[in-house]
């Protein structure tokens, strides 16, 4: 058996004997197991998973050990994910931290920086946010006016930042702040760590259309911070957002897979409440033909990103490809929220919980919700501005 | 999902071998003086000395192990050249026809298809579009009467597989034979049809053709166990084809976005043009993934690509179709003069379309097999 193998089979048995039955269901949003000083957990059986894949460093499979990872090859990774999958096992840990932050810190930091807050984001001990967007700084995202003033012995953080996803839960923020007005807008952007517990941060909640109020608008009024907390050196805060928001986009095109709370069939819908004649078809025929675009569309994504991955394994990645997946994977979301309303029919229209089945509420809450894809992480303009200068040579 | 070294190798001498022999203009020449066979003989010749009319048979048939990824990176050069040769209805479908039999025509006429000295074409359709489970032509105490209506290539084919129904009691695609029947053969009527797109296709009647049992290819009344599997490969490396035009005709409009000036500026930077090549390229690479997919599953050995095949050629056929209308847009006046090449490719497109399955049969079959 080749070592692969030997880890599929090693892997396997241990996610059967480790992952409890309550944790192999699709996750509802109030079950998911969100990092955090003050982490609550909803059953005991979400404890357990979560503490066990800690343990393996399996929350970050393959970061360094070193830093309480996992450790794994991205073929190891790829193996445990594909296993977790068969399970339909819950993911054992969300946070912003593990998704964009720990990637770019691994890439950017200094070593004190990855002793000081990797080994955390893997243990879950810290829920992060991100603040990049300012009220007036959202697609022109360089000309944010948020400033982080010298004082000698700290920096003195003055501004606000807005679509703060979840701040008010959160314990610490890295955001984009400028360190230098005098060069042009993309140089004086430095990227520094904030404690929240700091004199002078507040957040205020933001309704969404959804009815929800995932995103804060965060104010710094005269934050004091230490000055070992810029990542990446001063004024060279640029670099280390791209290539954060390399992950958030990778992040955003597979997001049903891992922030979606459940991942509706739409055959299945289809069949409940359109039903089927007698020879197996859908009963609307154009509800049917729009089911084949929304699966062709999702089902060709999976095959680009596994393309993505034997591009990367043979090392001969096609630079314009990446720069697809949020693009087309947002889009394919926001296509199947609108045929999973419309196959609803009328249970999609109601506002009242209670008057809903939970499912039908999910729905009718993730059709709203997921209008931010298009739009956070660049929007799909910017980046289909991106794919025309950089995958395609057109002309600024 | 990836061509490995040989697979690329493979792709660049077939380019290079194009670009040099067989650029665009050899098929505006065939389009403007055609050749009684409806392809340049000598193309298909050094075609040939290159391999490829052995690319998808096993090794004991003379293939050279590039598989189906190695074909399909052909295919893609031949359809970014739209080079004008029998190996797509003599080869992908013919050669691999007589391949998957298994009987005696292996080793009596395969030899001839992989030396280039015998020519296959399918007839299959028969009435406007492909629909196999309608076969009409029927085959009944050893007279074969019937009319194909769309074969691909049929000007230059020495032989013809003809579908045709043998057993009288049966519908759809039960009860289906695969027939060789030689071109010269008493009753064989064949109507050559210059398409819009400078190749050819034949009409040809079947008018109380005798056969003899020799001439069944695989068992009787059940040639659709292998000729559905050997039509789902095809589709994917036609699809490979179509990508390559529709990659081609991104990149030729580019360049001329990178060139053509209005109000003092290259027209590349506009954003509303941009924006729709930065679409029209994400189109291209979900299809690309497809077709990679699929001709990557045959590779591993998968046996069933039914529904790979039909996801590919639907998403081929809205690509190509987007991308030639877009490039005839974007290149604006020029675009639709004859000048230009950008309208061979989109008559080509169309054509492709029709060809093993238009968007509307493939849609259908993909829903059915995924049970809704």
């Known amino acids: 058996m080749s070592p692969i193998d030997e880890f599929r089979q090693q892997t396997r048995a241990w996610l059967e004997e480790n992952c409890p039955a309550s944790q192999r269901r699709p996750v509802v949003k109030e079950e998911q197991i969100w990092a955090g000083r003050d982490r609550v957990f909803a059953t005991p059986d979400a404890k357990l998973w979560f503490e066990r894949m800690r343990d393996k460093g399996w929350t970050a499979p393959s970061w360094p050990t070193e830093y309480g990872g996992g450790g794994l090859s ?13 399970l339909h096992c819950r993911p054992p840990l969300y946070d912003l931290g593990l998704w964009m932050l720990g990637p770019a810190l691994l890439v950017h930091g200094n070593e004190a920086q990855k002793q000081e807050h990797i080994s955390k984001i893997v243990r879950g001990d810290i829920r992060w946010a991100q603040g990049y967007s300012e009220p007036a700084a959202g697609s022109d995202l360089a000309s944010l006016k948020t400033r982080a003033e010298d004082m000698g012995d700290h920096f003195l953080v003055n501004g606000t930042k807005i679509w703060t996803t979840q701040a008010d839960k959160a314990d610490w923020i890295f955001a984009l702040v400028r360190t230098d ?5 993309h140089e004086g952007i430095s990227f520094i760590l904030i404690d929240m517990r700091t004199a002078g941060v507040s957040t205020t909640p933001i309704e969404l259309i959804s009815g929800e109020s995932e995103f804060c608008q965060t104010f710094f009024d005269d934050v004091k911070v230490p000055k070992e907390n810029i990542v990446g050196g001063l004024n060279n805060g640029w670099a280390v957002a791209k290539e954060l928001l390399k992950h958030e986009r990778k992040l955003m095109a597979t997001m049903e897979s891992i922030v979606q709370r459940e991942d509706e069939s739409l055959v299945e819908l289809a069949t409940q409440y359109i039903g089927m004649d007698e020879s197996g078809k859908l009963n609307d025929s154009s509800i049917r033909s729009r089911i084949t675009d929304q699966l062709m569309t999702a089902e060709a994504l999976e095959y680009l990103n596994e393309r993505l991955f034997f591009q990367h394994r043979s090392k001969q990645v096609d630079p314009g490809l990446p720069l697809t997946v949020k693009y087309l994977g947002t889009n394919a979301m926001q296509q199947k929220d609108e045929l999973l309303l419309q196959i609803l029919g009328n249970h999609g229209l109601s506002w009242q919980e209670q008057s809903h089945t939970p499912r039908e509420h999910n729905i009718v809450q993730n059709w709203a919700y997921n209008k931010a894809h298009t739009i956070a992480g660049g929007t799909s303009e910017i980046q289909l501005n991106i794919i025309a200068k950089r995958a395609l040579g057109l002309p600024a | 999902m990836v061509l490995n070294e040989e697979q690329r190798l493979l792709q660049s001498s077939i380019r290079d071998f194009l670009n040099q022999r067989a650029p665009v203009s050899a098929l505006r020449e065939l389009r403007d003086n055609p050749t009684p066979q409806g392809f340049d003989t000598s193309l298909w010749r050094e075609l040939v000395d290159l391999g490829v009319s052995s690319i998808v048979l096993s090794e004991a048939h003379g293939g050279f192990g590039f598989g189906w990824m190695g074909l399909g990176a052909v295919m893609e050069e031949i359809g970014r050249h739209l080079a004008v040769t029998p190996i797509f209805s003599s080869v992908v479908i013919g050669a691999a026809l007589i391949e998957a039999a298994d009987d005696h025509h292996s080793t009596e006429i395969l030899p001839e298809i992989v030396a280039g000295t015998r020519t296959l074409a399918f007839a299959c359709d028969e009435g406007l579009r492909f629909n196999p489970g309608a076969t009409a032509t029927l085959l009944n105490q050893g007279v074969l009467q019937g009319e194909k209506s769309f074969v691909l290539n049929g000007s230059g084919a020495t032989d013809f597989l003809v579908l045709a129904r043998t057993a009288t009691d049966t519908k759809g695609t039960d009860g289906l034979s695969l027939i060789l029947i030689p071109r010269d053969a008493t009753g064989v009527t064949v109507d050559t049809i210059h398409s819009v797109d400078g190749h050819n296709f034949a009409r040809v009647k079947f008018d109380q053709v005798a056969v003899d049992h020799r001439q069944f290819v695989g068992a009787p009344d ?34 001329y976005l990178n060139d053509r000036e209005q109000f003092d500026v290259k027209i590349g930077s506009f954003q509303a043009l941009q924006h729709r090549c930065a679409q029209l390229f994400c189109q291209l690479e979900l299809a690309q993934s497809v077709v990679y997919k699929g001709l990557s599953a045959i590779d591993q050995g998968q046996q069933d690509v039914a529904k790979l095949a039909s996801h590919a050629k639907v998403l081929a056929i809205d690509c190509y179709q987007k991308m030639s209308n877009e490039a005839v847009q974007m290149h604006g006046g020029m675009g639709i003069t004859d000048e230009v090449d950008i309208g061979l490719f989109l008559k080509r497109s169309r054509v492709c379309n029709q060809i093993l399955g238009d968007s509307s049969f493939h849609r259908e079959r993909f829903a059915t097999l995924c049970g809704y």
């Open chain 2, 222 to 255: 059940h040639a659709w166990d292998f000729v559905s599997g050997v039509l789902d490969r095809a589709t994917l490396a036609l699809a490979a084809e179509m990508l390559g035009g529709a990659r081609e005709l991104l990149e030729r409009t580019l360049a």
């Open chain 1, 74 to 86: 991205r073929d190891e990774e790829k193996v445990l994910e594909q296993e977790m999958a068969r």
């Open chain 1, 181 to 185: 007005a005098s060069g042009t807008k």
